[in-house]
C-alpha cells in the first residue's frame, strides 16, 4: 500500500536558526571566509537584527549569499564538510518543539518523512540523517578534485514542488494525506501541492498567503503553541 508523506523545510521550520548563516559563521571563525566581506554580512546582520526597515532580513540574507557564492570557489569539500559538522553538533538539538513532535507522530503513523531546503545538501543529508527523515533535497554545488567550483544549482522556491513530485514518483507515495511544513513565502510552491498545507511561525507574505487560501497557520513562542484553523473566512485557535 502506498503510504502519505510529509515534506519539511528545515530553516526556521525544524532548525530555530538559519543552517546556511550558521555554516557562514563557522567558516568565518575558521579564517577561510575574508574577514572583510564577512564584515558586510555582520553589518547586514545587525540592520536586521535592529529591524532598521521592513526588507532588512532579505538585504542581510542576499548579502550573505553573495558573500558565500563569491568565496566558496576554491574552498575545499574537507573544510566545507568540517564547518557542517560543527554547525550540525551545535544545531542539531536546537529545534522547535512542534515540528520536532510532528517528526515523531508522523513517523508512528508511517508517513514518508522528506526534507527539503535551499540550504546546501550536504548539511541538508546531515540534518535529515539525524532526525531520520526517508529522503532528502539541498542545493547542489559542483565539485572539482576536492574543491568547489562555484558552479551551483539552488534548490529555488519554484523548484521544490518539482523536486518534491520527483521524491514522491522515487518513493511509490500517495498524495492523499499529505502534509507540508514551511515558514517564509518560498515554500508557498511546495505547500500547494499537498492536502495539508501547514505555515508554521510564518513571514508576513507566507501568512497572508496562508489565510487567502485556508491554510492552517501554527505559531511556537516561548514554551506556547498556538494552532490557528481555518472556520468559515475566519480562523479558531485550537
Given amino acids: 500500500m502506498a503510504r502519505a508523506f510529509a515534506a ?16 557562514a559563521d563557522s567558516l568565518a571563525k575558521d579564517g577561510i571566509l575574508d574577514a572583510e566581506q564577512y564584515a558586510k554580512v555582520r553589518a547586514a546582520r545587525m540592520g536586521w537584527k535592529n529591524r532598521t526597515h521592513d526588507t532588512s532580513f532579505h538585504d542581510y540574507e542576499n548579502t550573505l549569499i553573495h558573500v558565500i557564492d563569491d568565496a566558496i570557489t576554491g574552498i575545499s569539500v574537507a573544510d566545507f564538510t568540517a564547518a557542517c559538522e560543527k554547525v550540525i553538533a551545535e544545531y542539531r538539538a536546537q529545534v522547535y518543539t512542534y515540528t520536532r ?13 522528506f526534507a527539503i531546503s535551499a540550504s546546501q545538501a550536504q548539511i541538508v543529508s546531515m540534518i535529515a540523517a539525524y532526525y531520520g527523515f526517508d529522503d532528502f533535497g539541498g542545493s547542489e554545488y559542483e565539485v572539482k578534485d576536492g574543491y568547489f567550483t562555484g558552479k551551483k544549482d539552488v534548490l529555488m522556491s519554484d523548484e521544490k514542488p518539482k523536486f518534491l513530485q520527483k521524491l514522491v514518483k522515487k518513493h511509490g507515495a500517495t498524495m492523499k494525506g499529505s502534509i507540508a511544513v514551511g515558514d517564509s513565502e518560498s515554500d508557498i510552491p511546495m505547500l500547494s501541492l499537498v492536502e495539508k498545507p501547514i505555515a508554521f511561525n510564518p513571514t508576513k507574505k507566507l501568512f497572508t498567503h496562508a489565510q487567502e487560501h485556508n491554510w492552517q497557520i501554527v505559531v511556537e513562542r516561548k514554551n506556547m503553541i498556538y494552532r490557528m484553523e481555518p472556520d468559515n ?5 485550537v
Fill in 233 to 237: 473566512g475566519t480562523y479558531t485557535l
Fill in 101 to 113: 513532535d510532528l517528526i515523531r507522530e508522523l513517523k508512528d503513523q508511517d508517513y514518508l518523512l
Fill in 8 to 23: 519539511f523545510d528545515i530553516d526556521g521550520t525544524i532548525i530555530r536558526w538559519q543552517l546556511y548563516h550558521a555554516i
